[in-house]
């Protein structure tokens, strides 16, 4: 090799070497990801001293479109984190927004789908086949549908094309799948009452319940498709692996009127509130009998948070849940929700903190509401609920 052969040799070797360096220190790097860099720095040492190791086991995510939403689900899943807790918001279709807490389970992975039943009656047989894949049921979310129509038509409701007679409720389902495993683990129910003036939707429901072997009810579920057809469903889920597990006894109330004295008379007996749903004067409630002691509960409307909810807690309740409510056409949040508490039993006592998760123009949440967020995680308050009024708010609790 001649001298001026080496000499190149060694010039292009310097060159790659100094373009590795520059690529690692970030030099010659766009404006933009050098920020990005430092945001992120800035973001580590703003981390509360002591609280990196819970930080990283909670996030919290924003999504808009259920598609999205899916999405960042399963990037997170892939790293480990599952769905903890969730709230949809605002607005139809491709609109809506979903908010979530998710946990992380080290070792293990998460994979979410999504399914939609129009017709109820095929709601079991869809729920079971997905089941049979492994996907199991993680949430449901209330959505509605109002179909377009001319100005002349919304404006008058006795035509046929009345956007009432287009108005359909139903739900999105949420389904997961752990460490991709398509072995079936669960098997499902679902009951089916058409709504009434009268009783005999509470009466359906509550025979389905009493002859159910070893399942547990899930999920509450109202659909309406236009005018009249108005039904209430119930999802009964049952653990094939604990088929010899002692039976739960539960009620299911529906209710126009006096559902919390109704609740209360329940809780007398030690029945306790499971879950709820509110839509337009129909309430209805789930419970399972879990205690041998009475306990009443306290029902507030979530619009008045601000000013019942301290004032809730200060009288010896503790939060107990989302009575979930109805999305109509045109709202952006949920209409008729309640929050739901307890007389606390003797020498129980927690603390609450409602924050309130800022957004921006896009609808992510902002940097120091996700820091804000991170500071009470660290803090060890625990993330009891997430709801939507007015903005999105976490229910914590210590």
């Not at 070792?107 to 017709?119: F, L, Q, R, V």
């Not at 929050?339 to 992510?364: D, M, P």
């Not at 996700?370 to 997430?386: A, M, P, S, T, W």
Request: net charge positive; with cysteine; proline share 3%.
């Amino acid at each position: 090799m001649t001298r001026n052969s080496i000499f190149v040799l060694f010039f292009i070797i310097s060159l790659v070497l100094l373009a590795f360096r520059f690529a690692e220190t970030g030099i010659g790097s766009s404006p933009k990801a050098a920020s990005a860099s430092n945001e992120k720095l800035v973001a580590q040492t703003q981390t509360p001293v002591g609280s990196i190791q819970q930080l990283e086991k909670i996030k919290l995510i924003i999504s808009t479109g259920i598609d999205s939403f899916i999405k960042e689900l399963n990037d997170n899943g892939k790293l480990g984190y599952r769905l903890d807790n969730s709230v949809n918001y605002g607005g139809e279709g491709e609109t809506q927004s979903f908010a979530a807490v998710l946990r992380l389970d080290a070792g293990n992975t998460y994979e979410y789908d999504w399914m939609s039943s129009p017709d109820k009656k095929l709601m079991e047989g869809r729920l079971n086949n997905q089941a049979k894949r492994g996907f199991n049921l993680a949430n449901t979310y209330p959505l509605t549908n109002c179909s377009g129509g001319s100005s002349e038509e919304k404006g008058n409701p006795t035509s046929p094309e009345s956007l009432v007679f287009r108005l359909y409720k139903g739900d999105a389902f949420l389904l997961e799948r752990k460490n991709g495993r398509p072995e079936r683990t669960k098997e499902y129910q679902v009951v089916i009452a058409k709504v009434h003036l009268g009783d005999s939707a509470e009466k359906t429901i509550q025979a389905a319940l009493d002859a159910a072997p070893h399942g547990r009810p899930v999920k509450i579920l109202f659909a309406r498709q236009g005018l009249l057809d108005f039904s209430v469903s119930l999802v009964i889920e049952s653990d094939l692996s604990a088929v010899n597990a002692p039976k739960i006894e539960y009620r299911f109330l529906k209710k126009t009127s006096g559902l919390p004295k109704d609740v209360n008379a329940l809780a007398t007996q030690g029945f306790r509130f499971m879950a709820g749903r509110r839509v337009g004067m129909i309430g209805m409630v789930l419970m399972a009998k879990q205690a041998n002691d009475a306990t009443t509960y306290t029902f507030i409307d979530e619009k008045k948070h601000a000013k019942e909810f301290d004032k809730t807690v200060a009288l010896g309740n503790s939060y107990q849940g989302v009575m979930t409510g109805d999305l109509t056409c045109g709202s952006t949040e949920v209409e008729n929700e309640r929050l739901v508490f307890a007389q606390n039993s003797a020498g129980a006592k927690h603390e609450y903190k409602i924050y309130n998760i800022a957004t921006t123009k896009s609808g992510n949440a902002t940097t120091d509401s996700v820091l804000g967020f991170q500071r009470l995680v660290g803090e060890n308050y625990q993330v009891k609920d997430l709801f939507y009024s007015g903005g999105l708010y976490v229910i914590f609790e210590k």
